[in-house]
């Protein structure tokens, strides 16, 4: 198993261009969250799926994020109409059901860049 | 609304003396609450978690308390190592929703060889 991957590492963007990002899980991992990561600041929620079914949305979320995940595996992350605010690493974490138990297995992020 | 503290500060210690560090929060009740290193460029990584009923974790070199009533958990690092140099992250559920983790801002922590 090699962990949670992201891809890309690293996108620069013009504003308002959209951005496509992508999180491979652990395999045996049912649960995927989606957090953003400002420079000093701790990440912050935006959204987790359970299988397919996404079940949380963070209120910081704007309609310009959607995110999805297709046969409960992979997920993507979108963002539209980029503006130079979403500048930031936004990362991925699988884990089990109660996997507050146990932690998140993060990946590495993508680190967004909005010119 | 609810809020989590850590140092607000840097923390420099001298290697082989005992780091510690702080999580404060407010407007919680929170079940669980786990700790994460996270060092630049990568995403945090997984240390501990303690339960709302337990006073005291321990792994190896690292101890976590968790104090419900003083709304507090202290992180200790033993005989510290330049290697323990990253930025360590408090984070806490809410134990009753869907995995929702609130993560304090982090404290940088540098051991001094």
């Known amino acids: 198993d090699t962990g949670v991957s992201q891809n890309p590492r690293h996108k620069i963007t013009k504003r308002g261009q959209n951005v496509t990002f992508r999180c491979d899980p652990i395999?045996?991992?049912?649960?995927l969250y989606w957090y953003r990561q400002t420079l000093g600041q701790g990440p912050e929620f935006l959204t987790y799926f359970q299988n397919e079914a996404q079940l949380e949305k963070s209120r910081l979320l704007s309609d310009r994020f959607s995110a999805e995940r297709p046969k409960g595996s992979f997920s993507t992350l979108e963002i539209q109409r980029t503006e130079q605010g979403d500048s930031a690493m936004y990362l991925c974490a699988s884990s089990l059901s109660g996997g507050n138990r146990g932690g998140y297995t993060f990946g590495s992020g993508t680190r967004l860049t909005v010119v | 609304s609810q809020k989590i503290e850590q140092n607000s500060e840097a923390l420099n210690i001298q290697e082989g003396k005992t780091a510690t560090l702080t999580c404060n929060y407010t407007?919680?009740?929170?079940?669980?609450l786990q700790w994460y290193r996270q060092d630049p460029g990568r995403g945090p990584v997984f240390l501990l978690l303690i339960r709302e009923n337990e006073k005291e974790k321990r792994k190896e070199r690292l101890k976590v308390t968790f104090d419900t009533t003083l709304k507090q958990s202290l992180f200790h690092i033993t005989a510290s190592q330049p290697a323990d140099s990253a930025t360590y992250l408090c984070a806490l559920d809410l134990g009753n929703t869907g995995n929702q983790f609130y993560f304090g801002t982090g404290t940088s922590l540098t051991v001094i060889p």
């Open positions: 395999s045996e991992h049912n649960r």
């Open positions: 407007n919680y009740s929170p079940a669980y």
